[in-house]
């Protein structure tokens, strides 16, 4: 998947730039937000907490400090991966999801759900 963020046009408010961007972001995530987590680089991060709809976490380090949780987004956990690109967002699912797809994939052999990596634009 590919979200262009080229459209926005660059103002001297780059709060309202960023709350732009952030709506097209999440606008095209929606379908993605029931059991799925969302991997950013600190750039994305940037963006998305700006929108009114961000709420923080306290920051949880996870993976040996590489990864923690920044806050969560219209029905998405958001975590920060320091080394990640800063023009992608990884879409994975949480624990439950995976154990839910893994049980239907055993009882009635349904395609495991994958990951899905979005490029970003700008």
Do not use: P, Q, W
């Not at 952030?22 to 680089?41: H, Q, R």
């Not at 920051?59 to 920044?70: H, M, N, R």
């Amino acid at each position: 998947m590919i979200i262009d963020l080229s459209s926005v046009l660059e103002k001297d408010d780059y709060i309202t730039n960023y709350k732009t961007k952030s709506k097209i972001i999440m606008d095209k995530l929606i379908g993605y937000d029931n059991g799925y987590i969302l991997i950013i680089s600190i750039n994305i991060l940037n963006i998305l907490e700006m929108d009114d709809r961000f709420s923080h976490a306290e920051y949880e380090t996870l993976l040996s400090g590489d990864v923690f949780k920044a806050g969560d987004i219209c029905g998405f956990e958001l975590y920060v991966d320091k080394f990640m690109n800063r023009d992608e967002i990884l879409i994975t699912y949480n624990k439950e999801k995976m154990r839910d797809n893994k049980i239907d994939y055993l009882l009635s052999d349904e395609s495991l759900i994958k990951e899905k990596r979005v490029k970003i634009i700008s």
